[in-house]
């Protein structure tokens, strides 16, 4: 039986409540452009890259656009929700959150962030918790976007860990499929019934200790 050495953690959704911001800002663009987007689209969004959120997008409204114009919207849209986050602070941290972060790094359990998003440094940095990461893994080191699993896998090789012996916690069905692909035990944040793929679901941080994780690992 392998024993939990490391957590790696999805930021928007699972640390930080950002995913509605994203979805906001997509929201905003696909009306300009005329392509009906609803709340339940948002599932086909969540995790996923900036540039494969646009071309799903785009894909919806049978759009076809040169680079230069795709290039200049996600600038907007990343500029929209960069905007939405101006106010980021540590009390807009999902529940339990920075709780279990603060008991991992009392227990030894190392950490490691595993986002798809190129703005994890300035999310980090804004709600003050850079500091309990011992790897940083985001948008802007990875060539596969998830449910590739090269994020989470590097994570686990910069904390010099087997993927067997790390929980990743994902609110994304893309982040579950890229965990369990790479072979790590996964915890979704979210709907068990859209997450089912992953090994246990709960509905938040706030659900969970270290007591409780090890248990449920060693299941
Ligand atoms: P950015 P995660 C993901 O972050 C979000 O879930 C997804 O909605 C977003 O499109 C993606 O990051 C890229 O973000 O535009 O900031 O580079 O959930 O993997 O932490
Ligand atoms: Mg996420």
């Known amino acids: 039986m392998a ?14 409540n950002s995913a509605d911001f994203h979805f906001h800002a997509w ?20 995790g996923i890259s900036r540039v494969d959120s646009l071309e799903k997008i785009l894909a919806k409204g049978n759009l076809v656009l040169d680079n230069d114009t795709k290039l200049s919207l996600m600038r907007n849209k990343n500029e929209e ?6 106010g980021l602070k540590q009390e807009d941290l999902l529940p339990g959150a920075l709780d279990f972060l603060k008991e991992c790094k009392a227990n030894g359990v190392k950490i490691a962030l595993g986002s798809s998003s190129k703005n994890a440094d300035i999310i980090l940095e804004k709600t003050d918790i850079a500091g309990y990461f011992d790897e940083v893994i985001d948008g802007n080191k990875v060539k596969f976007s998830k449910p590739d699993p090269e994020v989470f896998l590097k994570g686990a090789a ?21 965990a369990k692909s790479g072979g790590f035990f996964c915890v979704a944040l ?4 859209e997450l089912k793929q992953a090994d246990y679901v709960i509905d938040g941080l706030h659900q969970i200790n270290l007591d409780k994780l090890k248990s449920i690992f060693n299941h």
Not at 9 to 15: A, K, L, Q, R
Not at 158 to 177: H, T
Request: net charge negative; with cysteine; proline share 3%.
């Open 3 to 16: 024993e939990l050495k490391a957590c790696i953690f999805d930021m928007d959704g699972v640390i930080v």
């Open 27 to 46: 929201k905003k663009l696909a009306d300009e452009l005329r392509i009906d987007i609803d709340d339940d689209f948002e599932i086909h969004l969540k």
């Open 81 to 86: 929700y960069l905007e939405s986050i101006t």
């Open 158 to 178: 910069g904390m010099n860990i087997a993927p067997n012996e790390i929980v990743v916690f994902e609110d994304a069905l893309s982040g579950v499929q890229a």
């Open 190 to 193: 979210g709907n068990p019934e």
